[in-house]
Nanobody
């Protein structure tokens, strides 16, 4: 398993959650190769990009989460985290961690369908936001 997510759970609307993604030694040793990102998918909907961070620490977010979600790298724990604030019920979804080349990551964030054969994906962690 190359990527493992943790930190999902249930919160009320307006609440906060912090997700973490632990990467394998293989991915960590090649960190300059990958952008690390977060995607989410609700039942019946396509998987969508939430945000990602480049090897140089530059972050990008989908418009709907800007100002509320923050991606960061925890060098001590070798994780990259997604801090989510002011969560909304419509953000209930399975959240997935991904390691992709930055070209593939930007392509998916530009609207290309997610590719399960591309890069590495975690198994997901469930986030439920109640109204």
């Amino acid at each position: 398993v190359q990527l493992v997510e943790s930190g999902g759970g249930s919160v009320e609307s307006g609440g906060s959650l912090r997700l973490s993604c632990a990467a394998s030694d293989y991915i960590n040793s090649r960190f300059r190769t990958f952008c690390m990102g977060w995607f989410r998918q609700s039942p019946g909907k396509k998987r969508e990009g939430v945000g990602y961070i480049t090897p140089d620490g530059v972050t990008e977010y989908t418009d709907s989460v800007k100002g509320r979600f923050t991606i960061s790298q925890d060098s001590a724990k070798n994780t990259h985290d997604l801090q989510m604030e002011r969560l909304k019920p419509e953000e209930t979804a399975m959240y997935y961690c991904a390691a992709q080349t930055c070209q593939d990551m930007s392509t998916m964030f530009a609207g290309a369908p997610w590719n399960p054969q591309s890069g590495y994906w975690g198994l997901g962690t469930q986030v439920t936001v109640s109204s």
